[in-house]
Structures are given as structure tokens and as C-alpha cells.
């Protein structure tokens, strides 16, 4: 089970998550909506490891025990990987090599041994994506479109298959096809014992996925609870009016 338990974040001194509590169980769907700037990014950011997002209060534990004090690549080796909102180009590593290196770190192995059955198996899911297997080749996300970036980041838990997949925003960017193949993946893993942890804006996701909770998050907290209506009455009406409608009182998130 991965627990977030009273977690606060603060990114250079300004608090932005506070007081978030949640859990994921193996082969569970849980789904995070919220408007922009709600937050959701933070926790997918903060979860991984990244140092940016300091952790004032509360805990992160998998299976019971709190990853807090370990570095990003120790989290994923424990079992949690994750696709961001908006990763960066490197052009000096190929993503054959990203790849080779994750399963790598995943099985205890070397970072640089040679694994070349991960690439056929890479061109294969990247086939299943709808990319064109030579992306593999490719200096890392370097000129990628964001139809491109979504799924080879998708390509990424289809290869490393995590114990828990947080996924940002995997709609964001793609054409119905790609919702299609991403659901598809992420479908498979969770029915492998994956739990996931997936935020989105659209209710056209859970054509895909079935997810067991919906969260709502608003200003930094989680502020309400409920099934996949929650979506489509969100889609219907948008934020504001769901608010109201639920009784829930939201300051207007200032836009700086
Ligand atoms: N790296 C950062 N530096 C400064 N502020 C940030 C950073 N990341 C997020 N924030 C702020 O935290 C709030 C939540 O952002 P985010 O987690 O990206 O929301 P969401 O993903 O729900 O749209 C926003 O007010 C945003 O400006
Ligand atoms: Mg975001």
C-alpha cells in the first residue's frame, strides 16, 4: 500500500500542499482532479522524490514504511514510478539508454548492463503506443510532440512495470488514440497488481480505466471524495459550479 499521511509541502518557503491524505492498494485506481495550480503536480513531484518539493509535515510510506529520507532513484527501485506533467529533453542520452537503465536499477542489475532484450520489448510497447518503434533511438524527448513525450513516458511503466504508477495527467496532449493506448497500458498494469495514482481534467479517461475512488484536491488539500461521477459531473458543470453544487467552499486560487 502506498500512504500519504498529513503531508505539507512547501516549495521555496510557500506552502502548497496542506495536510494531504490518501492511499493507494495494489491493483487500485485512484484518480486526482482538481483545477490548475489545485496541486496535483506538486504531490506527483513530491511522491517521486524530487528535492524542489520539501516535505514539512506528514509522511509518504510504502508498505508501512516511511521513503521520506530516500533519494528519487531508490523510490523507483522500491517500486514507484512515475510520468510527469512535463519532463525535460536531454539530449546527450538516448532513450534506449533511459530505458535499459531503469529496468536495470528496477532488478538490482548495473545501470549500464547490457540488457538488450529491454529494447525489443521497447520497440514493442512503443508499436502498441502508437510510436513508431524507432523512437527508442531517439536523444531523450529532444523535438518530441506531446502526443510523443505522453506515451514514451507511458513506455516507461509498460517496461518497468512499478508496484505503484503515478501518472500526470497521461490525456493531456493526446489525440483519442493515444487515451486509447494509454488507458490500455495503464488498464494492464493495474490488473498485474499495479496501483496507480492518475490525474486528469477529462472525463474521457474512465472510457479506459475504471478507477475504485475519485479525489478532488483544491488549494493544496483534498477537499472532497467520491466515484467516477465525480468526473462527469465536473466535466458537465466545471469547478466552480461542482463546488457549489457539493457545498464545498473554495477560495478562488490567485493566479501570480
Ligand atoms: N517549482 C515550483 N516553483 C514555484 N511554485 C510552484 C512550483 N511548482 C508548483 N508551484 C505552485 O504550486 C501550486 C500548485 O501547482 P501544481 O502542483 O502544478 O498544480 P496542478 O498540477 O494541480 O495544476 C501553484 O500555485 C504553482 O504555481
Ligand atoms: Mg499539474
Given at each position: 500500500?502506498?500512504?500519504?499521511?498529513d503531508?505539507?509541502v512547501?516549495?521555496d518557503?510557500k506552502?502548497?500542499?496542506?495536510?494531504?491524505?490518501?492511499t493507494?492498494?495494489?491493483?487500485e485506481i485512484?484518480?486526482?482532479?482538481?483545477p490548475n495550480?489545485?496541486?496535483?503536480s506538486?504531490?506527483?513531484?513530491?511522491?517521486?522524490?524530487?528535492?524542489?518539493?520539501?516535505?514539512?509535515?506528514?509522511d509518504?510510506?510504502?508498505d508501512?514504511?516511511?521513503?521520506?529520507?530516500?533519494p528519487p532513484?531508490e523510490?523507483?527501485?522500491?517500486?514507484?514510478g512515475?510520468?510527469?506533467?512535463?519532463?525535460?529533453a536531454?539530449?546527450?542520452?538516448r532513450?534506449s539508454?533511459?530505458?535499459?537503465?531503469?529496468?536495470?536499477k528496477?532488478?538490482?542489475?548495473?545501470?549500464?548492463?547490457?540488457?538488450?532484450?529491454?529494447i525489443?520489448?521497447a520497440?514493442?510497447?512503443a508499436?502498441?503506443?502508437?510510436?513508431?518503434?524507432?523512437v527508442?533511438?531517439?536523444?531523450?524527448?529532444?523535438?518530441?510532440?506531446?502526443?510523443?513525450?505522453?506515451r514514451?513516458?507511458?513506455l516507461?511503466l509498460?517496461?518497468?512495470k512499478?508496484?505503484?504508477?503515478?501518472?500526470?495527467?497521461p490525456?493531456?496532449?493526446?489525440d483519442?488514440?493515444g487515451i486509447?493506448?494509454?488507458?490500455?497500458?495503464?488498464?494492464r498494469?493495474?490488473?498485474?497488481?499495479?496501483?496507480?495514482?492518475v490525474?486528469?481534467?477529462?472525463?474521457r479517461?474512465?472510457?479506459f480505466?475504471?478507477?475504485n475512488?475519485v479525489?478532488?484536491m483544491?488549494?493544496?488539500?483534498?477537499?472532497h471524495e467520491?466515484?467516477?461521477?465525480?468526473v462527469?459531473?465536473?466535466?458537465?458543470?466545471?469547478?466552480?459550479?461542482f463546488?457549489?453544487?457539493m457545498?464545498?467552499?473554495?477560495?478562488e486560487?490567485k493566479?501570480?
Open positions: 500500500m502506498l500512504e500519504v499521511v503531508l505539507h512547501e516549495i518557503g506552502e502548497i500542499l496542506r495536510g494531504i491524505n490518501l493507494v492498494k495494489n491493483g485512484v484518480l486526482v482532479v482538481g495550480g489545485s496541486g496535483k506538486t504531490l506527483f513531484q513530491t511522491i517521486a522524490g524530487n528535492p524542489k518539493y520539501v516535505v514539512t509535515r506528514g509518504i510510506r510504502l508501512g514504511e516511511s521513503i521520506l529520507e530516500l532513484e523510490r523507483f527501485a522500491k517500486g514507484i512515475v510520468v510527469f506533467q512535463a519532463p525535460v536531454i539530449p546527450e542520452v532513450f539508454v533511459l530505458l535499459q537503465a531503469m529496468v536495470n528496477k532488478e538490482g542489475r548495473k545501470l549500464t548492463d547490457p540488457a538488450p532484450q529491454i525489443a520489448e520497440r514493442k510497447a508499436a502498441e503506443l502508437g510510436l513508431s518503434p524507432s527508442v533511438e531517439r536523444p531523450l524527448y529532444v523535438g518530441f510532440s506531446g502526443g510523443e513525450f505522453k514514451s513516458e507511458v516507461q509498460a517496461l518497468t512499478p508496484r505503484y504508477a503515478l501518472i500526470d495527467e490525456d493531456s496532449g493526446l483519442i488514440d486509447a493506448a494509454v488507458g490500455k497500458v495503464i488498464d498494469l493495474v490488473s498485474g497488481g499495479t496501483g496507480a495514482l490525474s486528469t481534467h477529462y472525463a479517461i474512465i472510457n480505466v475504471r478507477p475512488r479525489i478532488v483544491a488549494n493544496g488539500a483534498v477537499i467520491g466515484g467516477s461521477d465525480v462527469r459531473r465536473i466535466e458537465e458543470v466545471g469547478y466552480r459550479q463546488f457549489r453544487e457545498g464545498i467552499e473554495v477560495e486560487a493566479v501570480e
